[in-house]
């Protein structure tokens, strides 16, 4: 017998996430139909101290626009989409600044979404992956961090400092590179990694051409995920998979008898939303006949995905019981 936790939930292979930063009214328009048509949810980074109201942030490129208010993001949100924090001000944000930048922002955004508010997302450029502002990321309780880092993230990766692909028609010079709608996935096929895409608001034409997509190209490249992915992929919100990353890092397995093992949870993080893991189970053969799992003494059917090789997904709670036997046995003491 042997049990494991899966590096990602459902046992998919590879993890697709797409961020949008600024959290622009617009994207309602433009970018929602198309998820809402493919299936895919996202995720936007909202600039706490601009909620409903007209950007205007420096020389932005997307002055004029709209920054969603507490509505925008809710809908968003019942649509299965996340809401992480871009900063209060989208200003670099020097140590004196953290407490509103970092902890401020997160209150005000939780109680504009009427959710939690798991990620960080540095605004502008790495300078905001400070050795400060990730201090206070993990002071004020946040899961991790993204950054501006082309590359994919792997299991066993560094949840403060998560790296984000560029979802651009082009990028900054002296190195410009092209809009490639197959960007990381081949890598993230074979490594088994996350990618998580960011951009900002796709419209017909790209706002700015290095800060952006357009709104075909984004339909392109989700279309491209889909049919590249195939049953592989597991697209997720971002919050969704550092829960994940985080119960599976928390979760250790005791083999207390032949057919039985017990789950704790070590050091799980308190904003840890959603505790399901999925596990595959190396049995008998005779196990794999009625492909069920006990948990708690209750059961539940289980999916044969390999000759004995069982597979099953269940929310964890420290001191859970799982077991492959008949529920008329209980487990050792």
Same mark, same amino acid.
């Given at each position: 017998?042997?049990?494991?936790?899966?590096? @990602?939930?459902?046992?998919?292979?590879?993890? $697709?996430?797409?961020?949008?930063?600024?959290?622009?009214?617009?994207?309602?328009?433009?970018?929602?139909?198309?998820?809402?048509?493919?299936?895919?949810?996202?995720?936007?980074?909202?600039?706490?101290?601009?909620?409903?109201?007209?950007?205007?942030?420096?020389?932005?490129? $997307?002055?004029?626009?709209?920054?969603?208010?507490?509505?925008?993001?809710? %809908?968003?949100?019942?649509?299965?989409?996340?809401?992480?924090?871009?900063?209060?001000?989208?200003?670099?944000?020097?140590?004196?600044?953290?407490?509103?930048?970092?902890?401020?922002?997160?209150?005000?955004?939780?109680?504009?979404?009427?959710?939690?508010?798991?990620?960080?997302? +540095?605004?502008?450029?790495?300078?905001?992956?400070?050795?400060?502002?990730?201090?206070?990321?993990? !002071?004020?309780?946040?899961?991790?961090?993204?950054?501006?880092?082309?590359?994919?993230?792997?299991?066993?990766?560094?949840?403060?400092?998560?790296? !984000?692909?560029?979802?651009?028609?082009?990028? $900054?010079?002296?190195?410009?590179? +092209?809009?490639?709608?197959?960007?990381?996935?081949?890598? /993230?096929?074979?490594?088994?990694? @996350?990618?998580?895409?960011?951009?900002?608001?796709?419209?017909?034409?790209?706002?700015?051409?290095?800060? %952006? #997509?357009?709104?075909?190209?984004?339909?392109?490249?989700?279309?491209?995920?889909?049919?590249?992915?195939?049953?592989?992929?597991? #697209? /997720?919100?971002?919050?969704?998979?550092?829960?994940?990353?985080?119960?599976?890092?928390?979760?250790?397995?005791?083999?207390?008898?032949?057919?039985?093992?017990?789950?704790?949870?070590?050091?799980?993080? /308190?904003?840890?939303? #959603?505790?399901?893991?999925?596990?595959?189970?190396?049995?008998?053969?005779?196990?794999?006949? %009625?492909?069920?799992? @006990?948990?708690?003494?209750?059961?539940? +059917?289980?999916?044969?995905?390999?000759?004995?090789?069982?597979?099953?997904?269940?929310?964890?709670?420290?001191?859970?019981?799982?077991?492959?036997?008949?529920?008329?046995?209980?487990?050792?003491?």
């Amino acid at each position: 017998m042997q049990l494991s936790i899966s590096n @990602w939930k459902h046992a998919k292979n590879w993890v $697709y996430s797409i961020t949008y930063d600024e959290a622009l009214e617009e994207l309602h328009r433009f970018v929602v139909p198309h998820h809402e048509a493919l299936g895919i949810p996202g995720h936007v980074e909202a600039v706490a101290g601009h909620l409903g109201v007209v950007r205007q942030i420096g020389q932005s490129s $997307y002055n004029g626009y709209h920054h969603m208010g507490p509505s925008g993001l809710r %809908d968003l949100i019942a649509r299965g989409w996340g809401v992480g924090n871009h900063t209060w001000s989208h200003e670099v944000v020097q140590p004196h600044m953290v407490d509103r930048e970092i902890g401020e922002a997160k209150a005000v955004l939780e109680e504009a979404c009427a959710g939690p508010v798991p990620l960080y997302c +540095a605004a502008g450029s790495n300078a905001n992956m400070s050795d400060h502002v990730l201090e206070a990321c993990r !002071r004020y309780g946040y899961l991790g961090a993204m950054s501006i880092t082309d590359d994919l993230n792997r299991p066993g990766d560094e949840l403060f400092w998560l790296n !984000r692909t560029a979802l651009h028609v082009h990028m $900054y010079e002296p190195f410009f590179n +092209a809009y490639d709608p197959f960007r990381n996935i081949r890598n /993230a096929q074979e490594e088994g990694g @996350w990618i998580i895409d960011y951009c900002h608001c796709p419209l017909e034409v790209a706002v700015h051409p290095s800060k %952006d #997509c357009s709104e075909a190209q984004l339909r392109r490249r989700l279309e491209t995920v889909l049919s590249e992915g195939g049953d592989e992929v597991w #697209c /997720a919100n971002p919050d969704e998979v550092i829960y994940y990353h985080r119960t599976r890092r928390a979760t250790t397995i005791t083999q207390t008898g032949e057919n039985f093992y017990r789950l704790n949870l070590v050091d799980l993080p /308190a904003g840890v939303a #959603c505790t399901t893991l999925t596990f595959e189970a190396i049995v008998p053969a005779p196990l794999c006949q %009625d492909p069920t799992v @006990w948990i708690n003494g209750v059961p539940q +059917a289980a999916q044969l995905v390999r000759p004995r090789t069982l597979r099953f997904s269940t929310t964890v709670r420290d001191g859970l019981c799982v077991s492959f036997a008949p529920e008329t046995r209980a487990e050792p003491t």
